[in-house]
């Protein structure tokens, strides 16, 4: 399971916008600033991350723009964030798009 999805609305396409009752911090050695994740293809994206509020994070920055672009995605999709595979040294987490 990961441990953020999210189903695509207009306004994510140009930032990610994650709202819910986090327990604890989902990101808690990020805060705020870069943070680094490997895609399906084996492609690093250096995400900008910001706590908006307690229950409000949010992925943006140029590279957010250009993975929407390579991924092909599209409102409706569903983006999930999980932690990375131990052997992977290059990235932080891992997204994942589910096309619907």
Known sequence: MAILSKILEKDDMNHLTITDTFSTEPFAHVECGKIKMKDEQGSIWRFEY???SRNKRVFSGRHWNQFLENNRVRVGDKVDIDYKEP???????K??????
């Open 50 to 52: 910001k706590i908006k």
């Open 87 to 93: 052997w992977c040294a290059q990235a932080d987490y």
């Open 95 to 100: 997204i994942e798009v589910i096309k619907t």
